[in-house]
């Protein structure tokens, strides 16, 4: 048994869903592990992996208007703002959502099933910068 | 340290949450690990894995109707409606739960509270073939 | 590769967030393990395990009024009342959320971002004893 470390870095362009889907393949096809498991760590408290429907965009942008309904940029509620009206509201999202995922590897590729994707979904407004830090563990 | 795998395929019968903690303790004790990790992998994005209350069903059906109300079927927010009016309620559904889990295993067994057991959430209101990949990790 | 394993308990407060990072990170220490993944298990269905902000108080006191406001004690909706308003809720608010959390360890110590800490939320009113078992994968 082996185990491989990487950390993905990527650059949000604001609210919303990034493909990190082949980006993650990559990394497995790196570690040269064939049957394994991968886990993914996002290292932020307002963004999200998520594993969601990879074919029809409308999903996503669905997604997006229903956690901005259900948790409203603003809300006279929220005491934390810091960083502006989006501040707290992408703190909650992330506790409705999570920052790690755990994927099986066979055949040396994730075992996704047809129509999922991995994304890293930004809550800010603003775009950042995102680490994701990678674990592979298994058999060549 | 040794790994094993496993592919459980369950037919559910609509919306709702269907007890698989059997199932999934059958994997581990087949596995012949006495101690490690198990991890369960669902490949859709309109179902969930989840951990959750095994006595009172009435557990299950208040969690049904919360989430009836909180992610409404047929809401006008939803654009994607491909294959109906929950269509885009599963995909959000998901989204707020998870499709994976990882328990410890100890004495060749999980290492569930005394009141956990493990749920396959079909959110879907048809019923839908799904499959969890099983992951066990650990040694003899 | 080794693992090793431990169960910490913790006697909360009643509702609202624990910091159980510091705990965590002795476990990690006490394993000798340098590089590796470490697991945490929630053995119970009316509490979770989050990661989130660790620098300003109003970020928890804000997650806990917004899901006080979301899934509401006493709501109507809920025929399972047990043990009390906050019984099913406190169900709700762990489908919400999540009773696992995976995090790498990187020399020898939890790959956490600088703003992220690890908590034990509890959702019922009362206190409770809670136990989180820890799996520590990795080399030495």
Not at 35 to 58: C, M, V, W, Y
Not at 102 to 124: C, F, K, M, N
Request: charged share 25%; with cysteine; aromatic share 6%.
């Amino acid at each position: 048994m082996e185990q491989h470390f990487a950390t993905l870095s990527f650059t949000t362009r604001g609210r919303g869903l990034l493909d990190i889907t082949d980006r993650v393949r990559d990394c497995v096809a790196a570690s040269g592990l064939c049957k394994g498991l991968a886990t993914l760590f996002l290292r932020h408290t307002s963004a999200s992996l998520l594993i969601q429907e990879n074919a029809d965009p409308a999903v996503q942008d669905d997604l997006e208007r229903f956690f901005a309904r259900l948790v409203p940029d603003g809300d006279p509620l929220f005491r934390h703002r810091a960083e502006g009206p989006d501040d707290m509201p992408a703190h909650v999202r992330t506790a409705l959502t999570a920052v790690q995922l755990a994927i099986p590897v066979l055949d040396g590729s994730l075992a996704l099933g047809t129509w999922q994707g991995v994304y890293l979904w930004e809550h800010r407004r603003q775009g950042h910068r995102r680490e994701v830090v990678v674990h592979v563990l298994g058999e060549r």
